[in-house]
C-alpha cells in the first residue's frame, strides 16, 4: 500500500486541480468573473441568509379564509339566481361546508330546485362541481363537491406562488426565491432584502379590488337603524366613516388590465388604471345610469376612494385620488397589476438579518476559522513533528480547498452554524490521520520494520476511518433533511466535510509517505520511539 | 536527538495500563445519577425554549458604539403592550465582540390572534420612545403552529439519529455493541440537555443541530473503540473479556486524547471569537464532546461486558464466555 502508485498521485494531483480551479473564483471580483471564458467555472460560494443579510418569509395560505369567502359567492349566486326565477326565499344560513337556503313557500321547492340546477356545471371529467340537496321540504343545501373545493384549496397554492411572484419581480429586487413548502406554504427567500415591512406589504395584501355602487336609497335609514337589506353591506373606508354598499360587484380587479402612478388634480399623486372590453362595458352602464351618485372602490374589504359619478365613463380608464405618496403609490400599483390572491397569505414565520449584522457574522466566523485552524495547526507540528504534523496539516489545506470548491459546485448555502461545522470538520479530519499514526506507532512498537508499519498502519486503519466517518454523515444526513435554514447549511458543510476530509487526510499521507520512502529511506519512524 | 520531547507525541506514555473497567461500577453509580439529575432538570427549571420551538418574536437592537441602551426602560415600555413574557438581554456587540451596552435582545410573545407584522411594529415604537433611535439588525418572528412543528421535528430529528447509529452498529459489528453505543449515546445526550438547562442556553433549531453533532463525533469515538476491541477479541482469544476491554481502550487512549484535545481547543476558540450566535453552540459542543469521550470509555463498552460477547472469528465456535461480575446470569 504504502508505495507511490501512480494512480494515487494523479488522483491527489485531481483533488489539487479540483479544489483549486471551483475555490479560485470565490476570490475574484464580479467583473472578472464575467471576463472569463464561459467553459471557466464561475459560481462562488452561496452565502446563507443569515450572512449575506435578508428576509425568509414562510407563508400559509388561508384555505379556511378562502372557503368562507367562496361560500359566501354561492350564497350571493343563489339569491340571484332564485330572485331572478320569483322564489321567496326566507333566510340563507351559511355554514361551514356549504349553504342552507329556507323557502318561505315549500310548494316552490320544484321552481328552486331547478333554477339552483342550472348553476351546476361539469369539469372536465364530467363530474358536477356543485351540489344542490334538498332537505326536508323547505330547505336546500348548495355546496361545492369535495373535488371542486380540493382543487381550489391547491390552485390557490400555485396561483398565490404565481401572484407573489409577479408582485417580487415587478418590486425590481433581484434573486428572490419562491417555493412551495408541502401543502399550502409558501417559502420566500430575498437575500438583501433589508426592509422585511415592505416585503410583507407587498404580498401579505390579498389586494382583491372591488367597484360597488352606493345603496344610496337606504343608505341613511340603514345606517342609522343597523338594518342592512340583504342585498347590501356596510363598508367604512380609511378614517372609519361607515358607507351602505351595494354587495353587487360592478367591476372586480380581474378586469383591471394595467395600473401606473398619475398625476391628479393639484399634482396629488393618484393612481391611474384601465379596464378590459368586459369592464369597461360594465363600468360604463353603470356610470351612465348612474350620474349624481357614488360609487366605492374597495381594496380587501376597505373603501380606499368613494367619487360621486359626474359623468359617464366610458372609455375604460378611471384615477383613484387620494393622500399617496410615491412609495404608497407604486406599492399598490404593484398589488393591484400582480392581480389578488386567491386567499390570504398568513405570515408563519419570519426572520430578518441586516446586511451589517450579516457582515458581522461574516468578520467573526472567519476569525474564528483562521484561529481554529491555526490552533490545529500547530497542535499537529508539536505533536507529531515537522513531517507526520506537515503532512497533515498539508491534508488539512487540501480539505478546505475541497470543501469550499464543493460548496461553490453544489451551490450549497454556507451559514455561520456552517462555519462552526467547517471548523469541527478541520479538528475532526486530523482525526484520520491521527488514527493511521497511532497505528503506524503501535505496529513500530510491535517491532515491525518501517515500511511494514506503515503499511500496516494504513490498512488496519481504513476500517476504523470509515466506520468512524460514517456515523458523522448519518448525522449529517439527518439534520439535512429534519433540519431547515441554518441547520441545513450546517449538515452540507458536514456532510461534505466527512468526504473531502477522508479523501485529503489519507491520500495526501500516503502520497507524501511514500515519497518520503522512497527519497529518505529511513531506519526508523519519527514519531515512534 | 536534537530537541528532546519533540514531536510531543513521544511524551506521551508508550503503554497505559489503566484498568478502566475496575472503575466501571462507580462510574456507571455518578452517570445514572448524572442522567436523573439532568432528566429531572429539563423539566424542573425547564428547557430555556428559544423562540424556534416556543413561537413568539425576537429583536436585536443596537445603537452606535459607545452609547447604551438602558435595558430597565426597554423592558418597562414593551412590558406594558402586555405581550406575556418579554425578556430583554444585553449581549456582546457584533463587529467589536465587546459588551458596552450598545446592544440587547428584545424577546416576547405574539397573543393568539394578533397580527405578527403589527405587534412587531409597535415593539419597535415602543422601544424607540423609551430609549431613542435604534437599529434593528435581527428580527425573527416564528408562529405557534410552526414553532411547534419544528419542535416535534427536532426531537424526531435526535430519536433517528440515535437510531439509525444503532442499526449502524448493529450491522457492523454486533447487537450487543449496538446497544452499548446507544446507551453512550442517550447518555451524551441527556448530560448535554443538563448543561444547556444549567447554563440556560437557549435551546434553538442550532442546538438541536449541536447535538446530532455531538451525537456524531461521540458514535465516532465509540466505533474506534469498538474496532480495536472487535480486533482484539479476535486476537486474544483466551483473555477474558474485562481485559481485552481495558487493553482496547489503552491502546486507542492516545488517539482519543489527541483528537478530543483538538477538537476541544478549537471549539473553545470558537466559543471565544464566534460572537454570540455561536457561543452557546459551540460551549454545547465542548461539552458534549467532552461527555462523548468520557462515555466511549466508561458507557460503551463496560456495558458490553453486562451482555457479554461472542468470542472468535468466523471459524470459532462462537461460544459467549461468562466472566466476572459483570456477565448476564
Not at chain 1, 449575506?52 to 372557503?67: F, H, I, K, N, T
Not at chain 1, 408541502?182 to 426592509?195: E, K, L, M, W, Y
Not at chain 1, 416585503?199 to 379590488?209: E, P, S, V
Amino acid at each position: 500500500m504504502i508505495h507511490l502508485s501512480r494512480w494515487k498521485v494523479i488522483l491527489l494531483a485531481l483533488s489539487v486541480l479540483f479544489g483549486i480551479v471551483f475555490t479560485v473564483p470565490n476570490f475574484l471580483s464580479q467583473a472578472q468573473r464575467d471576463a472569463l471564458p464561459g467553459w471557466v467555472p464561475k459560481s462562488t460560494l452561496n452565502l446563507g441568509l443569515d450572512l449575506q443579510g435578508g428576509s425568509y418569509l414562510l407563508l400559509e395560505v388561508d384555505v379556511p379564509a378562502m372557503r368562507a369567502a367562496r361560500l359566501n359567492n354561492l350564497a350571493e349566486d343563489a339569491r340571484t339566481v332564485l330572485g331572478e326565477a320569483n322564489v321567496s326565499v326566507s333566510t340563507i344560513n351559511r355554514q361551514s361546508d356549504g349553504v342552507i337556503i329556507t323557502l318561505s313557500n315549500p310548494a316552490q321547492m320544484e321552481l328552486a330546485q331547478q333554477a339552483m340546477g342550472a348553476l351546476i356545471s361539469g369539469n372536465a371529467q364530467g363530474v358536477a362541481d356543485r351540489v344542490v340537496q334538498r332537505q326536508g321540504n323547505d330547505r336546500i343545501r348548495y355546496a361545492f363537491s369535495d373535488a371542486t373545493m380540493n382543487a381550489m384549496a391547491s390552485d390557490a397554492v400555485t396561483q398565490s406562488i404565481e401572484i407573489v411572484r409577479r408582485r417580487l419581480d415587478s418590486d425590481g429586487t433581484k434573486e428572490i426565491s419562491i417555493t412551495r413548502q408541502g401543502a399550502n406554504r409558501i417559502v420566500v427567500q430575498a437575500p438583501g432584502q433589508s426592509d422585511p415591512a415592505a416585503l410583507k406589504r407587498l404580498i401579505g395584501q390579498t389586494a382583491q379590488l372591488t367597484f360597488q355602487m352606493e345603496d344610496y336609497q337606504n343608505a341613511a335609514r340603514a345606517l342609522q337603524s343597523g338594518i342592512i337589506p340583504p342585498d347590501s353591506e356596510v363598508l367604512m373606508d380609511e378614517t372609519g366613516q361607515p358607507y351602505l354598499l351595494k354587495r353587487r360587484v360592478v367591476v372586480s380587479g380581474e378586469n383591471l388590465t394595467k395600473a401606473s402612478v398619475g398625476q391628479g388634480e393639484n399634482n396629488q399623486i393618484a393612481i391611474d388604471f384601465r379596464f378590459d372590453g368586459q369592464g369597461a362595458r360594465r363600468f360604463g352602464e353603470a356610470t351612465s345610469a348612474n350620474i349624481g351618485r357614488r360609487f366605492a372602490i374597495v381594496l380587501d374589504g376597505k373603501i380606499i376612494s368613494i367619487p360621486t359619478i359626474n359623468s359617464a365613463i366610458s372609455g375604460g380608464t378611471g384615477q383613484i385620488t387620494g393622500n399617496y405618496t410615491i412609495q404608497s403609490a407604486s406599492e399598490f400599483v404593484n398589488l393591484l397589476n400582480g392581480g389578488a390572491l386567491p386567499a390570504p397569505l398568513n405570515v408563519e414565520e419570519s426572520r430578518t438579518v441586516s446586511a451589517e449584522l450579516g457582515e458581522d457574522a461574516v468578520a467573526a466566523g472567519a476569525l474564528s476559522t483562521a484561529i481554529g485552524f491555526l490552533i490545529i495547526v500547530v497542535f499537529m507540528l508539536l505533536a507529531y513533528g515537522l513531517l507526520f504534523g506537515g503532512i497533515s496539516v498539508i491534508g488539512l489545506v487540501l480539505n478546505g480547498l475541497m470543501i469550499v470548491a464543493c460548496m461553490s459546485l453544489v451551490g450549497a448555502a454556507l451559514t455561520l452554524p456552517g462555519i462552526a461545522g467547517l471548523i469541527l470538520t478541520f479538528a475532526v479530519a486530523v482525526d484520520a490521520n491521527v488514527l493511521i499514526y497511532e497505528r503506524m506507532r503501535d505496529e513500530a512498537r510491535a517491532g515491525r520494520s518501517v515500511i511494514a508499519s506503515m503499511d500496516a498502519g494504513f490498512s488496519k486503519a481504513m476500517a476504523t476511518i470509515i466506520d468512524a466517518n460514517v456515523t458523522t454523515l448519518v448525522a449529517a444526513a439527518i439534520m439535512f433533511f429534519a433540519g431547515a435554514g441554518p441547520v441545513r447549511g450546517f449538515a452540507w458543510t458536514l456532510g461534505i466535510g466527512v468526504f473531502t476530509s477522508v479523501i485529503s487526510s489519507v491520500l495526501v499521507a500516503q502520497v507524501l509517505l511514500a515519497f518520503w520512502l522512497k527519497t529518505a529511506k529511513p531506519k526508523k519512524l519519527p514519531i515512534a520511539e | 536527538m536534537a530537541m528532546r520531547g519533540w514531536p510531543l507525541i513521544k511524551l506521551l506514555p508508550q503503554k497505559t495500563n489503566f484498568r478502566f473497567v475496575r472503575y466501571a461500577k462507580p462510574a456507571a453509580f455518578i452517570s445514572v445519577i448524572l442522567c436523573v439529575a439532568a432528566l429531572v432538570s429539563c423539566f424542573m427549571p425547564g428547557l430555556n425554549m428559544g423562540i424556534d420551538f416556543r413561537g413568539g418574536a425576537s429583536l436585536e437592537v443596537a445603537k452606535p458604539a459607545g452609547q447604551v441602551i438602558n435595558l430597565e426602560d426597554v423592558r418597562g415600555a414593551v412590558s406594558r403592550l402586555d405581550l406575556g413574557d418579554v425578556g430583554v438581554q444585553g449581549i456582546a456587540r457584533r463587529d467589536t465582540n465587546i459588551d458596552d451596552g450598545s446592544t440587547a435582545i428584545v424577546r416576547f410573545q405574539i397573543p393568539e390572534g394578533r397580527d405578527q407584522t403589527a405587534v412587531v411594529t409597535d415593539v419597535e415604537t415602543a422601544i424607540s420612545q423609551a430609549t431613542g433611535q435604534v437599529t434593528y439588525s435581527g428580527v425573527n418572528v416564528v408562529g405557534s403552529k410552526v414553532s411547534g412543528e419544528l419542535f416535534m421535528s427536532g426531537l424526531i430529528a435526535l430519536g433517528s439519529a440515535i437510531g439509525l447509529m444503532f442499526l449502524y452498529i448493529w450491522f457492523r459489528f454486533e447487537p450487543q455493541f449496538g446497544f452499548g453505543a446507544v446507551a453512550g449515546l442517550v447518555h451524551d445526550v441527556i448530560l448535554t440537555f443538563g448543561l444547556i438547562v444549567v447554563f440556560r442556553l437557549e435551546f434553538s433549531l442550532t442546538m438541536v443541530a449541536a447535538i446530532l453533532t455531538v451525537i456524531g463525533y461521540s458514535m465516532n469515538d465509540t466505533v474506534v473503540v469498538f474496532d480495536r476491541l472487535r480486533e482484539n477479541l479476535r486476537k486474544y482469544k483466551a483473555m477474558p473479556l474485562r481485559d481485552v476491554i481495558d487493553l482496547s481502550l489503552n491502546e486507542t487512549l492516545s488517539r482519543t486524547i489527541i483528537t478530543g484535545v483538538t477538537a476541544v481547543m478549537v471549539l473553545a476558540a470558537l466559543a471565544v471569537f464566534g460572537g454570540e450566535a455561536l457561543f452557546g453552540f459551540s460551549i454545547a459542543l465542548m461539552f458534549g464532546i467532552i461527555i462523548g469521550t468520557y462515555s466511549s470509555i466508561y458507557v460503551g463498552a463496560p456495558i458490553i461486558l453486562l451482555w457479554g460477547v461472542k468470542r472468535g472469528g468466523p471459524s470459532d465456535d462462537a461460544k459467549p464466555i461468562k466472566l466476572g461480575m459483570a456477565s448476564r446470569p
